[in-house]
């Protein structure tokens, strides 16, 4: 695979992560998300009843979540519109590509599932890898054939330029 098409292959990944996590972000906006944080409230509640949850996850969730449901709603909507838009335009990928994974990572403790390797919320988690690994610098890199003539390219450095020495 080419430089060039491994930078649109990464570039494809976060477009496609950032319009899923776009969508769903709007879909909580539209569904009330920000207007009934109960729906979140429900959420946790559901899954404080799955034995499988991450017992320092659950301490977490009963004691910092539940009690404040206005500001977590409002980071769990506008988190992954942020995020999506984020991605899906290309714009500040690494960072937001770090907060995708930050929340992955919280929603794989909500479900509590270390059985299961495979599930949506892993998938994503190394979906926002690929994005964090690729980001806006491999997109926006200025990029010069090497003088090997490999077809390798490296990233263009700028070089300072040194004063000749006065003789």
């Known amino acids: ?12 990944i976060q477009f496609y992560t950032g319009m899923a996590f776009l ?8 569904g009330g998300w920000l207007v009934h944080p109960k729906i979140l409230t ?3 509640q559901y899954s404080l009843k799955t034995p499988t949850i991450f017992p320092f996850y659950r301490h977490f969730l009963t004691k910092t979540v539940l009690p404040h ?10 988190g992954e519109t942020a995020v ?3 991605l899906a335009a290309g714009v500040f990928a690494r960072f937001a590509a770090l907060m995708g994974m930050t929340m992955m990572a919280n929603y794989w403790m909500m479900h509590g599932s270390p ?4 599930g949506l919320d892993q998938a994503y988690f190394f979906l926002f890898f690929a994005c964090l690994i690729g980001g806006e610098r491999w997109l926006f890199a ?12 490296e990233i263009e450095k700028e070089q300072e330029q040194t004063p000749a020495p006065l003789v």
């Open 115 to 118: 059985i299961s390797l495979l």
């Open 84 to 86: 999506g838009l984020a």
């Open 42 to 44: 429900g959420m946790i």
């Open 23 to 30: 969508i769903h972000g709007i879909q909580k906006i539209m």
């Open 142 to 153: 200025k990029r010069q054939p090497d003088n090997e003539g490999t077809g390798t390219h």
């Open 1 to 12: 695979m080419t430089n060039k098409a491994s930078v649109w292959g990464i570039r494809l």
């Open 69 to 78: 449901p206005v500001i977590f709603s409002v980071l769990v909507a506008g």
